[in-house]
Each structure stands twice: as C-alpha cells, then as structure tokens.
C-alpha cells in the first residue's frame, strides 16, 4: 500500500512563500488614534501671538472682564465683542444695526439662563465679513476673542451646525486669520467628539495640509495644536478628494519641524501618516518619492531627545516602534522591493544598522530586510554575497533583548527558505545557538519562532539533520554526550504550554521524517542508518510530538501531516518500536480506531466534526449551499487519505513484526479481519 502523500505533506503557505515580518513581540498598543484629550494644555488664546495685534487696544477691550471673572466664558465673549464692535463702528463706521448692544447684551442674560438665540451667532457673522472686507485690525481682535469663546461647550454645540464648519476652516486660507482659526478649531474640537467628527467630514485634514504647503506659514507656538488637530482629522476619512502631494507635504514637514516638536507631538504625525498609508496609492508615493528615508531619519533623530524618567523613555519608545510599525507594513509589498534592490543606499544603511547599539534600530532592520527577502534571488544574494545570515546569528548569541532576537529569527528564516541557503546556515554553532533558546524560560514566541526557524533549515536538508542529532558534548564520559540537540527540542515540548510550539515540535519531527526518507535513496544504507539509529536509539519519546499532532482536532491539515509522519516513522524497525510506544495510549489508540473505521472506543478518539458530518437537506439552493458543499468534499478527501496513511502505519509496523496484539482488541480487529 503506498502512501498518500499529496494532502499529508501539504504545509502552510509559508512553506513555499516568503512571509511578510511584522512588529516583534507586542508590548505595547497599536498607534494611538484617540481623540483630542491634552490635559495638562490650556485652550488656546492667540491674543499674543498675531503681530497684528494692538495690545494696547485689547487691553481696553478686555477690562469689562476684569470686573467679572465670574461669568461664564460665553457672557465674557459677549463682553468683550461689545467693547471691540464699539471701536470698529467709531473708526471704521462699520454697520451694526439698530439696538445692537442690547443685542449683545440680550446674549449674555440668555447665556445665564442656559439658552442660545442662533441669530445671534449670524448677527456676528455678518459684522465679521465687514470687518474683513475692511481688511480691519479689529478683525483679528474679535477672532481672539471668539478663540477664547470657543471652549464654552454651549458655544460648542451650537457652532458645529452644517453652516459653521465649512466658514471656519475657510479662514484657514486667511494670512491674518490663520492663526487665530487653528486656536478656535482646537477649542472647539478639545475633548468632544461630535466637533471633531464635524469638522473631519467638512475637510479640516487637506485644509491644514494645504495650510502646511505654505512655504511662508510659521506655526510657532501652534504647532502641538496643529499636529493634534491633523491626527484626529486623518482619521477615519474619505483620502479620495485628497492632493497628490498630501503625503509628501506631511511628512517635509515633520521633518522640517523636527527640532520644535516633543515626541508626543511626532507620534502624532506618525499617526497622521499611517492613516494616509492604508491608501495604495500614497504607499506607492512613499516608496517612490524616497519619503522612506525621512521616517528612518526621524527614528535616529529620536535618540536626540534627553528622556527625563522612565515614562518619557516609554514614550520615545513607543513612537520608534510606531515608525517601525509603519515601515514593517511598506517594506511588505512588492513595490519597495522594486525600488530598493539589495545594492541601494537605503538597504545598506540597513545593514549597517545590524550592528547598531540601538537595538530598536536592529529591530527595523531585522524587519524591513527581512521583507525584502523574500525572494530567492534576494535571499541567495544576502547569504552568498553579504552573508548576512553570520551577523544575525551573532545578534542572536548576544543580544539579552528578546524583541531583537524575535526580529533576527524571523529574518533569517526568510534567508532560510531557498535550498541552496540552508546549508551555509546550518552549521553546528548554528544549532547551538538556535537550541540555546530552548532551555531557558523565554517568551514562548522567540521559542516558537525558533522551532520554526529549526523546521525550515531541517527541510530537504540532511547535512543539518546530521548537525541535530550531534551529541552536545564530545567527551565520552559527560551525561551531555548522550543527549543530542534533538534532545532539548523535545524537552520543550513536555515542559511547555503553548499548543502553537508543540505544533511546530511536531511538524519538525515530521519534517525529519520526511527528509530522512527522501534522502535514503541518494545515501549509502550504512549512512542512513547510522542517521535512524541516532534517531531512534538516542529519542525513545520521538514520536510523542507526532501523536500529539493526530489528536488534536483544531488543524486538519496538521493530522494530517501527522499521520503520514507515523507511517514514514514506522518503515524501520527502530521506528515501528517508537510508534508502538505511543500507541499504547488509549487517547492515541482511539484515534486511530477512528481514523479507520469512523468508530469510537468507549468515548476515546475524535467522532466525526460537526462540520464534516453530513448535512440535512434543506432544500435550500442558495449559493451559500455550493460553498458548504465544497467544504464538505475537501474535508472527506481529507478523512480518506488520513484512513488510507493510518492503514500504511498499521502495515508497517505488522511488517517489521511489532507485537499489535493490543490493536486487534474489540472493533478494530474486527475491522481488520473482514
């Protein structure tokens, strides 16, 4: 009986593919989008901030609210205007209209009482457009005050109806008004969401990025306000209507104000441009407008900031591993491989920042060369030719920072992949750097990457078999010499907990299995079994993380991979002892009862999935039926292979005369018998 091999040796897609390196061992949140929530800033006046400003003449207009304090920030709004609408009708015979004081004065007894005439707000609209028109000091002057207004939460609400918004970031647009239109913005979007969805639907977002394209605007003591303002306008938007030069324009300009903005700021910017990033079409202009190098030039700038205490070190940590986030994400696609051959200036500085001190600088590294290898030509060139594979295995001796290590093993496992590679990586001081990992009690994803590093250099390669099942020591007479690599992995699988590394344990063994038996037909007998022996002899528990792999239910595929390992381990007499071993497990026994005959003993053995049993029909022709239908089939040819392997293990173990008096008890002696 031959065995079935076409769905058992089927691997997940990273078998064959180069997969995509993401951020190494999460400590912290993803980028943080949240809205406006800056505490410990005041809302923003910019009374002494506009050059057009007569301070002298603000000060009059002012001193009705020295002498009342008390009153909410409306009525002290409505105050003040008065004041400053009395000077512009005295110099400038700007029209207010009849009883306008007492209009404005009717506004403050309305702000007593908790209600709001709407006209009003219109009234001084129109008096603002006469002003402007006017091209009047008094202009600015009333806008500041109108900034301080703003924080008033009945004003708030009142000014996000659909008129307001669209006029106020108008004047964005304004040289005299620009200023004083970002303080009242951030007034009325700090801390209230319904102001900040209300402006982020009528445009504030490509409104600052056009402001930003100004090469005349300053922000000065504005730009916290501006950096908070883009990120929560980035958010959640509509990136369509958005000018080609968004992206480019965001971060020049990060990158101009570099030396003005605090981490929180940055990380800000950060955020901003992530949200521009999930458009196709600015990754592509951040990968061929060579806009990379500003986000890796910001990454080594932050190491410029002194971090007083241990939360400002977290935050400027927390901004590098965004940027390294974002870079992860781009480096993935095929247009950055494209643009960034290995004999690029970028990619050389990533080589060099291998061996940086600054390990959050060999984490992007890691990651990002490890995207870009992830084709064989690409791998073949950074293992031959820069052997790169060298300086990450020295990272991996050295490094006490397990993000570091985690990034490393990913990258090298893409180097891993092509045949040719594995070879040269696999050496015994390779084995002994990567079994190191496995002894100590590590984070269970620098174990499980790892293992999964092991699997890949293991597979197809019979040179590193060889180099696994070495005796960790030489010296005849040392309890080491009897303990090989092999030993160590399979220690881990009984003393961990996480059901993703006994998985990988068990793939490895069966990636053994496999590579030991393709090889027999290119290798002398003797050779080979010297390799079984060794195998065997030396690992009495070899085939536990195998039986583990057919009893767990959750991973078809993985069952199935196991069961076709068991029936390659079973074709040599030392194989056959180890699997009868395992057998002897009623939960392992069952399963194979099952396997074979769809029976279960005594509750032992996994019943038929609710998802493979059969389905009633409903009469339902919908195309959701032809899905299930399909599903359904897959899952049968499935359950017929893994019958048709557990059939070839049970004759192979009969040929090499293992006592099986046990499996002919109850059905499936029976089931043999017929």
């Avoid at 005349?216 to 501006?226: A, H, S, T, V």
């Amino acid at each position: 009986m031959a065995f079935t091999d076409d769905v058992c040796a089927v691997s997940p897609a990273s078998e064959k593919e180069h997969p995509p390196l993401s951020s190494p061992i999460q400590s912290g949140t993803e980028v943080a989008t949240p809205a406006i929530n800056r505490s410990t800033s005041p809302s923003i006046s910019s009374v002494d901030k506009d050059p057009h400003v007569n301070q002298n003449f603000l000060a009059r207009a002012f001193e009705r609210l020295k002498i009342q304090q008390h009153l909410p920030m409306a009525e002290q709004m409505f105050a003040a205007l008065e004041a400053v609408f009395q000077h512009a009708a005295q110099t400038q015979h700007v029209e207010l209209g009849p009883r306008w004081q007492e209009r404005l004065r009717q506004a403050d007894v309305d702000s007593r009482r908790g209600t709001r005439d709407v006209e009003i707000l219109r009234w001084i609209r129109t008096v603002l457009d006469q002003l402007r028109h006017l091209d009047s000091a008094d202009l600015v002057h009333s806008m500041n005050i109108l900034a301080d207004g703003s924080r008033d939460d009945v004003n708030r609400e009142m000014v996000i109806s659909p008129e307001y918004p669209p006029v106020i970031i108008g004047h964005l647009h304004d040289n005299e008004l620009k200023n004083i239109t970002i303080s009242v913005i951030y007034n009325i979007c700090n801390n209230y969401d319904r102001a900040q969805h209300a402006f982020r639907e009528n445009g504030l977002c490509p409104a600052l990025i056009g402001l930003l394209e100004d090469p005349d605007f300053q922000p000065g003591p504005l730009l916290p306000n501006i950096c908070t303002l883009l990120d929560f306008s980035s958010q959640q938007t509509d990136f369509s209507q958005y000018p080609e030069s968004s992206l480019q324009t965001l971060l020049q300009f990060m990158q101009e104000q570099k030396q003005d903005l605090d981490p929180s700021d940055m990380l800000q910017l950060i955020s901003t441009a992530k949200a521009f990033l999930q458009q196709p079409r600015f990754q592509m202009q951040l990968i061929e407008q060579r806009l990379v190098k500003i986000l890796l030039d910001t990454i080594v700038y932050s190491y410029t900031y002194e971090a007083d205490g241990l939360e400002a070190e977290e935050e400027l940590s927390f901004l590098r591993s965004s940027i390294i986030r974002l870079l992860s994400d781009v480096s993935a696609t095929t247009v950055f491989a494209d643009n960034y051959p290995v004999e690029s200036l970028m990619v050389d500085s990533l080589i060099h920042w291998l061996s940086s001190p600054r390990e959050q600088m060999r984490i992007c590294s890691c990651l990002m060369l490890g995207n870009l290898a992830r084709s064989d030509t690409v791998c073949l060139n950074m293992v031959r030719g820069l052997r790169l594979h060298e300086r990450l295995l020295q990272i991996m001796r050295d490094q006490t920072n397990m993000q570091v290590v985690y990034a490393a093993l990913g990258f090298l496992r893409n180097l891993a992949l092509p045949a040719e590679n594995k070879a040269m990586i696999g050496t015994l001081q390779s084995m002994e750097t990567i079994s190191s990992f496995w002894s100590l009690n590590l984070n269970t994803q620098v174990q499980h990457a790892s293992v999964s590093l092991l699997r890949q250099l293991l597979n197809g390669c019979i040179g590193n078999v060889r180099w696994l099942l070495e005796s960790l020591s030489p010296d005849p007479d040392s309890p080491a010499h009897e303990k090989t690599h092999l030993s160590l992995l399979l220690l881990l699988f009984g003393r961990t907990d996480d059901v993703s590394t006994k998985v990988e344990i068990g793939r490895t063994v069966a990636t053994i299995c496999r590579c030991i038996a393709t090889s027999s037909q290119g290798l002398p007998r003797d050779s080979i079994s010297a390799i079984l022996h060794r195998l065997y002899g030396m690992h009495a528990d070899i085939a536990r993380p195998l039986a583990m792999m057919i009893t767990q239910s959750r991973f078809p595929i993985i069952r199935s991979e196991g069961w076709f390992a068991l029936a390659l381990m079973a074709r040599s007499t030392e194989g056959s002892a180890a699997v009868s071993e395992v057998l002897q497990q009623m939960e392992v026994f069952g399963v194979l009862v099952t396997t074979i005959t769809g029976q279960s003993i005594n509750g032992h053995g996994s019943p038929p999935s609710r998802s493979t049993q059969q389905r009633p029909n409903t009469g339902n022709t919908s195309s959701g039926g032809s899905g299930s239908d399909t599903r359904s089939e897959q899952e049968r040819e499935m359950q017929a292979k893994d019958r048709e392997n557990a059939l070839v293990l049970v004759n192979e173990l009969l040929k090499n005369t293992v006592r099986l008096d046990f499996l002919f008890v109850g059905v499936l002696g029976r089931y043999l018998s017929r």
